[in-house]
């Protein structure tokens, strides 16, 4: 197996692993049910994630993403209340974070300013536009909305996939597909390896950085449909915090936040990871809320010296 | 002939040139920010400069101003310093949680209160070794070395809470609480610790070598190590700086509401202290370190929230005002933004 594909193997490793420990301490655990409920509940953040991860192969960050999933909630139960579908604002919405994004990765680009400082103010913008919109949750009453959450495949055993899951999947091939089989997602990776290198090579600069920021928004503006759609209703509050569990999972999925380096997929796996671990800790039920911060921290720490060291060995081998 | 004839052509271009080296300088832009939003304040609402005596103690809108940025104020010095070494410190406000419930924690242990304080200050600055290791020693990127004790700092606080045996305790301390909400004469103590850390501080950044040493790792890590300084130490002590300026915060902050909330205490302080930094004239490249700006910058968040709160605004509007006033800052700072401006203001300079 190649060495590139390491960081992979380690985070499906660590995912297989902790799924048997819960299965050999739980009963009920190895079923399909509670992977479908991993991947229900977490599809918002692994969505988000997936255009994270662009953002990150390139060597960037994006910390706007908890506060667009709240915005787009928001704006999409006041739509509701007016009577517009929630398909038609979805779609409205996640043209707007295609926007918003792509107005930050111009600014960034532009201005040559940080990402990190851009798009914190990114947060505080949407953020503070949830609060002038709402300041308590709002309910989407279309039938549609009940029909959403209610769809779902059946899975082999008791489980079934739910619609949020589903979006999520289609999203993730999606991903796929751009990192690998498009010129951008080749001009993301080269900007992410050597930003000098992939200028003088013609990589077009200013353009491939909106559209990354752009797809960073568009993703993150679909993670906060799913999330609206998926507890049918907009709260001003929500995904407060998930630009943080989008990044781990990101890292955990066993991309390099130097940029340049990881797969798409794996932030599959990272999302699942975390999720995993709430899941493990509520299984428990004597844990608290607490071990879920701690264990995240702690399972980012793990990965990231990982990392550390299998970029330090490839680095020593290639200077030899 | 030393000095150049007094005649009228040279003044002019003389005044403008004064003028242009003063609005170059980097302290006038949050200066006038500052000056601009309390000039606002005093004319929509009526004796907002007023300063009394009440209860033997200043009260005021300024001095309000003043005594709720402090918290912030410390946070960000210590974040000055480590952005000034090409860092970050996300973990400030992880900090804050954590000596907040080691506060609590000791004081129903019955420790004396002034060991407390030093119990406080060395869970802030054990924080800073974790984080310098990881940044220092492991070099992890800073962002991503200081998320890992953003995101569980909390969970050790409520753990910390848990040892105690309840959440978020409550507590009495008349030393704690003295130095957060009492007062030394006419003046809050707080202002008085703040301006004493600042002092501290600005000795150490300006008067000694190791202050040359950080900045110089800053600008350039490489050509620092090339010049014989111990970059890895440098930037080592740089997050043992945050971490007790962050755990002095802590103390303050903790003893204000004398309650241990792990949970929403200090959250998005580390926000804050960047956006004060930013706002101060420093720039997350790194390489310097502007203490005095970096109080402006503070200053000038406290005043927006402060006026927002006292013109009857809702209180909602605060971040989005907040964001505004970030990229506007930025983009005055970003030479390719004041080109595109220039160039399309007619008859300005080309």
Avoid at chain 1, 154 to 173: K, N, Q, R
Avoid at chain 2, 36 to 48: E, K, R
Avoid at chain 2, 108 to 133: E, K, Q, R, S
Avoid at chain 2, 278 to 289: C, D, E, F, P
Wanted: hydrophobic residues 55%.
């Amino acid at each position: 197996m190649s060495e590139k594909y390491l960081p992979l193997a380690a985070t499906i490793a660590v995912f297989l692993i902790l799924f048997v420990a819960g299965g050999l301490l739980y009963n009920n655990f190895f079923s399909t049910l509670v992977i479908g409920d991993i991947l229900a509940d977490n599809a918002f953040v692994i969505i988000a994630a997936i255009g994270t991860t662009f953002v990150i192969l390139s060597g960037g960050i994006d910390l706007s993403i908890g506060s667009m999933i709240g915005f787009v909630g928001v704006v999409m139960a006041n739509l509701d209340a007016a009577g517009w579908h929630p398909l038609a604002s979805a779609a409205m919405m996640i043209a707007f974070g295609a926007g918003f994004g792509a107005l930050q990765g111009f600014i960034i680009d532009f201005c040559e300013i940080q990402p990190f400082i851009i798009t914190l103010a990114g947060l505080f913008l949407l953020r503070g536009a949830c609060f002038m919109i709402n300041l308590d949750a709002v309910p989407l009453r279309h039938p549609f909305v009940a029909a959403f959450a209610d769809a779902s495949l059946p899975l082999p055993g008791d489980g079934f996939l739910a619609s949020s899951a589903i979006v999520m999947l289609v999203a993730l091939a999606a991903g796929i597909v751009i990192a690998h089989w498009t010129k951008f997602g080749a001009d993301v990776y080269a900007i992410g390896g050597d930003r000098a290198s992939a200028a003088l090579m013609g990589v077009p600069m200013r353009r491939t950085i909106v559209k990354i920021y752009a797809l960073g928004g568009l993703y993150s503006a679909l993670g906060g449909v799913v999330y609206a759609l998926y507890t049918s209703s907009g709260y001003p509050l929500a995904g407060q915090g998930a630009e943080l569990s989008a990044i781990a999972a990101v890292v955990l999925g066993g991309t390099l936040l130097t940029g340049g380096v990881g797969y798409v997929a794996g932030t599959l796996f990272g999302g699942m990871i975390l999720g995993l671990i709430a899941t493990l800790i509520n299984f428990n039920g004597s844990l608290n809320g607490a071990w879920i911060m701690i264990s995240g921290g702690l399972l980012l720490f793990l990965f990231i010296v990982l990392q550390r060291f299998l970029v330090g060995s490839l680095r020593a081998r290639s200077a030899t | 002939m030393n000095r150049p004839a007094p005649s009228p052509p040279p003044t002019k271009p003389a005044l403008s040139d004064r003028l242009r080296a003063v609005a170059r300088h980097r302290m006038v832009w949050p200066a006038l920010a500052l000056a601009l939003i309390l000039i606002v304040d005093g004319f929509v609402s009526p004796g907002f400069f007023a300063i009394r005596i009440v209860e033997g103690r200043l009260f005021g809108s300024l001095i309000d101003i003043l005594y709720r940025a402090m918290p912030t104020a410390v946070v960000a010095l210590g974040m000055a310093v480590v952005i000034g070494t090409k860092g970050i410190d996300l973990s400030v406000g992880s900090i804050i949680a954590i000596c907040g419930a080691v506060i609590a924690w000791r004081i129903h242990a019955g420790d004396p209160h002034f060991v407390i304080l030093l119990l406080a200050l060395g869970a802030g600055l054990l924080c800073g070794m974790w984080n310098g290791l990881l940044v220092a020693v492991l070099e992890i990127q800073p962002i991503i070395a200081t998320l890992i004790l953003m995101v569980s700092g909390r969970g050790i606080g409520l753990m910390i809470n848990l040892i105690y045996g309840g959440t978020n305790p409550s507590f009495t301390s008349p030393l704690l609480q003295g130095l957060s909400v009492g007062h030394i004469g006419l003046v809050p103590t707080r202002l008085i610790v703040g301006a004493g850390i600042f002092l501290a501080l600005w000795l150490l950044v300006r008067r000694t070598a190791f202050g040359l040493f950080l900045e110089a790792v800053g600008g350039s890590p490489r050509a620092a190590r090339l010049a014989g300084v111990n970059a890895r130490l440098i930037q080592y002590s740089a997050y043992l700086v945050s971490g007790l300026c962050a755990a002095a915060a802590g103390v303050i902050l903790t003893a204000d509401t004398h309650t241990s909330d792990p949970v929403s205490e200090g959250l998005y302080i580390e926000l804050d202290a960047i956006l004060a930094v930013v706002i101060g004239g420093g720039s997350l490249a790194g390489g310097r370190i502007y203490l005095g700006g970096t109080i402006l910058g503070a200053l000038v968040i406290q005043a927006l929230t402060t006026s927002i709160l006292t013109s009857g605004l809702p209180p909602e509007y605060n971040l989005v005002v907040k964001a505004v006033v970030v990229i506007v800052v930025l983009l005055l700072q970003s030479a390719n933004a004041r080109a595109a401006v220039v160039s399309v203001l007619p008859g300005r300079r080309k």
